[in-house]
Nanobody, 121 residues
Framework: QVQLVESGGGLVQAGGSLRLSCAAS????????MAWHRQAPGNQRDLVAL???????KYADSVKGRFTISRDNAKNTVSLQMNSLKPEDTAVYYC???????????????WGQGTQVTVSS
């Protein structure tokens, strides 16, 4: 019912920048929180950044001051600008939204397929 398509991953040298984007489509009535998570091999999936429907943001301590999350409510998109990248930022990054598909229905979590970010030292 809700599809998420991510783009923007890739290979970058330490100190470089990447911008991830995620577009939500399908039968969408409303979206609450939008977020980016990441998972490195052998690790659990962790929250990187979150933005609420009214624009409040939350970041993991490890990315504060380097990453910026933003959203376009009219286009149902969320982006993650990643600057000063470090090798430890290497992971698969997943887009996540809380969306409702009709009036009165609860919001559920939807996930993208993931995009690889690799930072070389």
């Amino acid at each position: 019912q809700v599809q998420l398509v991510e783009s923007g991953g890739g290979l970058v040298q330490a100190g470089g920048s990447l911008r991830l984007s995620c577009a939500a489509s399908g039968r969408i009535f409303s979206i609450n929180d939008m977020a980016w998570h990441r998972q490195a091999p052998g690790n659990q999936r962790d929250l990187v950044a979150l933005i609420t429907s009214d624009g409040r943001t939350k970041y993991a301590d490890s990315v504060k001051g380097r990453f910026t999350i933003s959203r376009d409510n009219a286009k149902n998109t969320v982006s993650l600008q990643m600057n000063s990248l470090k090798p430890e930022d290497t992971a698969v990054y997943y887009c996540n939204v809380e969306a409702s598909v009709s009036w009165g229905q609860a919001h559920y979590d939807y996930w993208g397929q993931g995009t690889q970010v690799t930072v070389s030292s």
